[in-house]
């Protein structure tokens, strides 16, 4: 083996010196010269108009420079298609600064610019804003019988596909069947960077933009079609963004904010929101779902119905695949799926981690256990027969799908047997046990993206893309898959990426980074060797003479024949030879859509849960978890593990703890901030064991990887659900199950 | 009727803005002269006004333990204490813990175990968890966890964490 | 935040007096709670005065046989101190059930008690709240008041006290040594904090010039058997949606004296002390707690979303005076991170 196999290996981080130094800088950490701050002044009321601004204190105060508002925004660009990012749904998207019109709660209405950060922060709290408050509706609730069925919707949207046989009649004549609803509410990312932005002010309106975001050309061209600016003018770097989970996949707020006030002021400026801001836009939509299953006296399924319906702002259609899974997961002829929005006066909801599917698999997963109780059988045992072959949605086979495996393996490493089925059957000194599983589907996919690479005389290999790194390990895979393809130590490539001049890529996001970019990097590198060779073959007397490039390998910093490994020349050398100072290549890389078209892709997952519940206080610990995954191959045992290990705290989040609570007198959220809106912390994390069933797939792309980020979530929240109940013999249909749901 | 609001916290407008002052801090070991006012808290006087931007900002309220920092070897939230009231204490940042050539053995344990991924949380956590070394209050992987509870990631990167401690921890003992 | 100017206090009699100056005048220590509702723009000081140089970090013998716990000495400090480990456990594991490691080694034991309610309406500017802005209205009555009061409410105000510290010093009848203008003078815990009525903005009976000076624990001993159990939304770092502070002596099986004060149901730490004497006398049985844990939320009123609290508080006295009973081994912070 040589020494410059990569893909597969557990290699650390390599951005982690720099992260755990400190030294690897976020977007407002970015001290230029001149820095001016902005502060966001936020609505009261959820719906309404401003009627008046008193700016007169505020601008004052010795310090301030500008106060923000409707009332002295420049012309902007004036058509909603200026506004629209790459991910927006359909709709009007909210513009800041726009009109006197209050659309949501917490609005930004006035944006407050000063020398320092405290005095912003100072004036922002003393400006006098009035407002004349309309009926708001916040509560979907009111909405039950108000749903209506959205059109395309944003990129990534598949509407749920026509129902199949009889699902009526079937559910009718089932042998047994079970008709429930599920119910969570909202949810925020809250990511532990906040949203910010600092525009470096280059003169003559020329800004570089170092923003928090998921996708640096998306906030370029958000930022170009609403100020008009070039491509030049319009520098956006993200080097490190802390955390996303689908938050930074649009434009936020701040960006706007920080751009308009830099163009205005000819100044650099900072934009920061606070925590309570962070609760100011998009999130995961409170949602409304039943499902109705049978089965038939075998234990197979004889009719899957599943209906959604969740919010959405009164200005864009958010959309997401939450019921379109449970036509895929199990074998079924006869299934009914609906999807449904309603719109309130709230602000847009938003990709979350895995969005539609962590939601939708909590329904299906939970109803599949409350099934397999009616029906008298195992949990487990119940979905192995009712395993799906074959994508029903679509009716085509999948390219690969170890499922199977994930529940064998899972099982066995978890102790499954030991379970007995009973509801209160299991205890351990005063608590009760209870064992759960459940599990889900996500999409492999790969989206168009470049990748640019340059070889310099000295051996050092720097590749390039707009791409991002949210925490996901980009950086560390993209180096491995370059190191594997060039043959070079990984210390010698330098990945870099986050910024609008390195070659396009998609935002990060649906799981399809490791498979769009690394493709391309792959490409690139190809394309670099083709070159490395016949430079090697100019050289004199050189042992490659004749050979084609599938005759040549890349392997331990030569280019050498693989049938006779001694002809090699070292790849630095041809560099050299050159005469040049580097060599360079780049490529794109885009789904094989022709290899593809007659092939489900996607990732599964399936988890087993421990917990044990004090029943008299009504407390739950989860104490040991085995997530097992079938997503291709996996580039860095080590990052993908983190993914996983991170899936299930979330998951472990969503079940007991996480909720945006909304007062409707107000239509406000009311919990928004860090010590109320609660996520795990270190003592909530017990045993979490990750485990992956390698699959070898070259239908999904040419690296096999189908992605890790959010196929670890799924099942995870369904399968705590399924423990509690299996321990207390209650079942809790709404999220998250807080102490109070089992006293 | 429509409801009529108006907003402003109430507070009076005070044209003569609090006065700045000099403010001598040691900081990772060095002595900086800042000029402030007292509304600069320990945090945003490193942030923005000395470039430490390893101590991050993740709630500016206590609630997340993402600005951590060591006071006279103690972990504190930097973000709930203002500057002026820090005179004269030794305050250690993640700058001054390690530098990415020679980083302290517990940065090179949060490394080796994976124990973060967006990175945003870590430096916070290194303090802390330096903290609780320097406490040595907490022996067992239950008292880890607690101690580092006052630390969130939002990335769930706590098993790894954990182990990342406990090595350090053991290597100590050891 | 507010502009403020700032001073350093080098003694107490000073500090007092540079405080009666002015309600906008604010002594700051530890911070960790003053500074948050500064900058939610919720406290707005016009001036600062810094008094952690005072001579008050003590942690020393009272001339009573009990401990003298100086206002200015650490929560963790305080927590870890050996003599609070040893005579008064409980104290110990209420303090450190509280806040973050972090936060514990900044508040001090003074500060703790000056703690404001974590009611979501009262850090909210954009809703009205008869605490923050008497006379506006109470929103939480009618709102999502999951987390809020059960015991001692008024039509004003449903707020709770969000320490566990001042929970422990309610049961072990702490007292509070102040010192004013006019000199100084010692309070009960329970005349400490006070109900909301229809005065809620004041939430202790201290007056404008005092300053805390200690705390002074009694020589009773409570070390043996003693429970602080604390019910919350995760396992750490979130505040008591209930908590019992139970601390007892026991004559064999029989209770000799007991004590009884609950966190996250009411405006004050909430001392019962006629459950306390139903204890007395009694065998430490469950049937005895039953009937105690009844008596204490006798008069509870549950509000729209935290009538669960009634049924929690009760279970919880029952279990936490359980486990007074069984003896809790001494400072075990960590009961709940392991299951």
New interface residues.
Partial sequence: MSQTNYIGKALNRVDGPAKVAGTAKYAAEFNVPGLAYGYIVNSPIAKGKITRIDAAEVLALPGVHRVFSHENVPMLAILDRSYKDDVAPGGSPFRPLHDAEIKFSLQPVALVVADTIELARYAASILKIEYEAAPHETDIETKRTKGFEPGRGKTGFTPPPPPRGNPDRELKNAVHSIDQEYVHGTQHHNPMEMFGTTVEYLGEGKLNVYDKTQGALNSQQYIRKVFGLSKEEARVISKYTGGGFGSGLRPQHQLFMAVLAALELKQSVRVTMTRQQMFSFGHRPHTLQTVKLGTNADGTLAAVQHHALHETSQFEDYTENVVNWSGMLYQCANVKLGYQLAKLDVYTPQDMRAPGAATGSFALEVAMDEMAYAAGLDPLDFRIRNYADRDQNLDKPFSSKKLRECYHEGAAKFGWEKRNPAPRSMRQGNMLVGYGMAGGVWDASQQKAGAKVSLSADGMLTVQSATNDIGTGTYTIMTQVAAEYLGLPVEAVDFQLGDTEFPAAPVQGGSWTAASIGTAVKNACEALGEKLLKQAQKMKGSPLEDAKFEDVEFVNGQLRLRLDPGQAVVIRDIVQASGETKMEADATAAPNLLKQQGYSLHAHNAVFVEVQVDEDLGTIHVTRVVNAVAAGRIINPNTARSQVLGSVVWGISMALMEETVMDHQFGRYMNHNYAEYHIPVNADIHDIDVLFVEEEDDIVNPLGVKGIGEVGLLGVAAAITNAVYHATGRRVRELPIMLDKLL | M??????????????S???TRAVKLRINGVEKQLQL?????LL?AL??YL????????????????C?VLVDG????S????A??KEGADIT???GL????N?SPL??A???H?A????????GQ?C?AQ??LN?G?AK?A?????????????????????SAVQEVLDNQKA | MNSFTYTRAEAVEAAVREKSASDQVKFIAGGTNLLDLMKENIERPTRLIDINHLPLTQIEASPEGGLRLGALATNADTAWHPEVEKRYPLLSQAILAGASPQLRNMATNGGNLFQRTRCYYFYDLATPCNKREPGSGCSAIGGYNRILGILGTSESCIATHPSDMCVALAALAATVRVTGQNGERVVKFEDFHRLPGDTPQFDNTLQPDEIVTAIDLPAEDFSRNFSYLKLRDRTSYAFALVSVAAALQLDGNTIREGRLALGGVAHKPWRDQEAENMLRGQPATEDTFRRVAAKVVENARGYSHNTFKIELAKRAIVRALKQATEGQPVTEAFQNSNP
Wanted: hydrophobic share 30%; net charge negative.
């Fill in positions: 429509p409801e009529t609001f108006t907003t402003s916290s109430g507070a009076a407008a005070n044209a803005l609090p006065p006012a007292p509304w600069t808290t945003d942030r923005e470039d430490l931007t390893g101590t991050k900002k993740g709630c500016d309220h206590g609630q997340c333990g993402a951590t103690k972990r504190i939230n973000c709930l204490t203002l002026v009231m940042t993640i700058e390690g530098t990415e050539d980083l940065q090179q949060f490394v080796d994976d973060f991924q967006c990175g945003y949380c870590t430096p290194i802390s903290g609780l406490e209050k067992t239950a008292e880890i966890r607690e101690l580092m509870s006052g630390n969130l990631c939002r990335c769930g990167a706590y098993s790894n964490i954990l």
